[in-house]
């Protein structure tokens, strides 16, 4: 299963290979700044910005994958070095709804998949998030 969900990767979302991640971006009511919660991952060729799923702590996110109202507006920068995705911290992947739709057609429902995404995740970026979530 795992190498039919690469597949479909591949073929839904060119560039997924090369795949390339950084801290994640967050709106601080002045401005962008980094989150040194959340790592973003971005197909080749889109914005910055434009994250196909991330690698996030979910101590602190909520089960729609929003921060929690206690450190909304409040997260620190302390993104100067690039993040260590192998950080035990980030322990759940976060992919988005828009994007699981695209691979529905080919695998059924999330449900069917997620748990060979999350083992193909983990293996590719060396992670080792334990959850994911589909928002």
Known sequence: MISVIHQVLNM???GFDDIYYDWADFNCGMGVCC???AV???LPNTDYDDYLFKLINDENYDGNGDYGEEISGELPEVC???PDVR???FDT???FEVFAEKMEPY?????NWEQGLLHLLNKTYHTNATNILII
């Not at 695998?107 to 449900?111: A, F, H, I, Q, V």
Request: proline residues 13%; charged residues 25%.
């Open 35 to 37: 989150d040194p919660y």
């Open 93 to 95: 992947y976060l992919f």
């Open 87 to 89: 950080d035990p911290r």
């Open 80 to 82: 100067k070095e690039s």
């Open 107 to 111: 695998l059924g429902p999330s449900s």
């Open 12 to 14: 839904e979302f060119q």
């Open 40 to 42: 973003g991952f971005v």
